[in-house]
């Protein structure tokens, strides 16, 4: 593994150097290995080892490429470790997603345009009055990711979007025990877009906090009574 790990710290140093850069084809297997001082088998390990976390993409009978190294990208794979996590540990997700949804609810009423707020007041009609919980979450995701992305920074929009996959299950579970859950989401819901429609940057933040603060809490009593 020492060998391996040498290996993706070369590698890895071409690209933050900027010799390799985002779409570029590594050289021929024989000449990289030769050149970075490793084994062929070493330089396979590492490439692979990469390759899983998207930083490279093999492609068969064609090379291997640096990718475009996009946040969303990388983060994907943070998505799949995020998913083997514990049910007590979700709490922690939630904790995070407290400081980060916040901020980027508050920057996207600075940086959403017109049409993008459109869209999100879209997004919230396209509710049924009776919704499933299944359409009820759907929909709950959709308006995160909305905002999420008109905060304008993609670093941020995707670990925000990293965490939805553990955050979900509790949504769901929510939606089917506690009473009134739907309808407290619509009017958070409601209470966000407003504001992100005012350009009200501190009560956006203040009901997206309330917002995700209000799951966090039931969760942390589902999980007391456990």
Request: glycine share 4%; aromatic share 4%.
């Amino acid at each position: 593994m020492a060998v391996t790990d040498a290996a993706i710290d070369k590698i890895k140093q071409m690209i933050v150097s900027g010799e390799l850069a985002p779409g570029d084809r590594l050289p021929k297997e024989a000449d990289l290995a030769e050149r970075l001082g490793l084994s062929r088998n070493s330089l396979r390990e590492a490439v692979r080892a990469l390759s899983l976390i998207n930083v490279l993409d093999v492609r068969q009978g064609d090379g291997t490429y640096v990718t475009s190294l996009e946040p969303r990208l990388l983060l994907d794979t943070m998505s799949f470790v995020l998913d083997l996590h514990r049910d007590d540990t979700v709490l922690q997700f939630f904790e995070v997603r407290r400081i980060l949804e916040p901020a980027a609810t508050a920057m996207a009423t600075e940086q959403m345009t017109d049409a993008d707020i459109e869209e999100l007041r879209v997004i919230l009609e396209k509710l049924p009055d009776e919704p499933t919980v299944e359409e009820l979450v759907a929909n709950d995701l959709e308006f995160h990711h909305r905002i999420a992305q008109g905060s304008g920074n993609s670093v941020l929009c995707s670990f925000i979007e990293s965490l939805s996959g553990p955050t979900t299950r509790a949504r769901i579970w929510r939606g089917l025990t506690q009473e009134g859950a739907m309808e407290k989401t619509r009017e958070q819901h409601t209470a966000i877009y407003e504001a992100i429609a005012a350009r009200q940057a501190d009560v956006a933040r203040s009901w997206a906090t309330v917002h995700i603060a209000g799951v966090e809490a039931w969760l942390r009593r589902a999980l007391e009574m456990d």
